[in-house]
T-cell receptor, first 115, second 114 residues
């Protein structure tokens, strides 16, 4: 069974540019999450999809971030325009159910560097 | 609000040494607790979990017990190997607005020397 995949693995862009990150969850997983780890700090929740609907986007830092999950399969996270403080590792995770005891399966992450 | 506090790293040990990585949490209700591990160049992998008080999670020689009285979930291993070198994250599953999101600690880097 294929795991959660993310693309690209690493992106370097200049301040003011746009970047789109992609996440392909495990097939059949309705729940998809985005998290971010800024250098040396904790991994923080950004948002949660159930199928194509946003269940909780309380962790999104500001309106420069836009997440979509058209068709309830893969998801994209767009940052426009990127700022220096957006640098970090962006993780995607998926789970079969959204309950407390259910494991979330993580992808390898996308390392974003904004210069 | 809910939070997780992990011991600062890095932790450097010799092979076959005993490992403890401390993790304490603050949470309302009864969260589930997890340890995730990130090996170099890879994503986060679930190491073990516990879903209620006094549960012990275990995997690959690692153990952690959910202690509600001390709000702790310390990770232990009796004899570490070089291959255990990685970053370890403690996390709890917390519900707000119908979402069970993870709240992570800052991660502890472990380096095991041969």
């Amino acid at each position: 069974e294929a795991g959660v995949t993310q693309f690209p693995s690493h992106s370097v862009i200049e301040k003011g540019q746009t970047v789109t990150l992609r996440c392909d969850p495990i097939s059949g997983h309705d729940n998809l999450y985005w998290y971010r780890r800024v250098m040396g700090k904790e991994i923080k929740f950004l948002l949660h999809f159930v199928k194509e609907s946003k269940q909780d986007e309380s962790g999104m830092p500001n309106n420069r971030f836009l997440a979509e999950r058209t068709g309830g399969t893969y998801s994209t996270l767009k940052v426009q325009p990127a700022e220096l403080e957006d640098s970090g590792v962006y993780f995607c995770a998926s789970s079969l159910s959204g309950g407390a005891t259910y494991e979330q399966y993580f992808g390898p992450g996308t390392r974003l560097t904004v210069t | 609000g809910n939070s997780v506090t992990q011991m600062e790293g890095p932790v450097t040990l010799s092979e076959e040494a005993f490992l403890t990585i401390n993790c304490t949490y603050t949470a309302t209700g009864y969260p589930s607790l997890f340890w995730y591990v990130q090996y170099p160049g890879e994503g986060l992998q679930l190491l073990l979990k516990a879903t209620k008080a006094d549960d012990k999670g275990s995997n690959k020689g690692f153990e952690a017990t959910y202690r509600k009285e001390t709000t702790s979930f310390h990770l232990e291993k009796g004899s570490v190997q070089v291959s255990d070198s990685a970053v370890y994250f403690c996390a709890l599953s917390s519900s707000t607005s119908g979402t069970y999101k993870y709240i992570f600690g800052t991660g502890t880097r472990l380096k095991v020397l041969a």
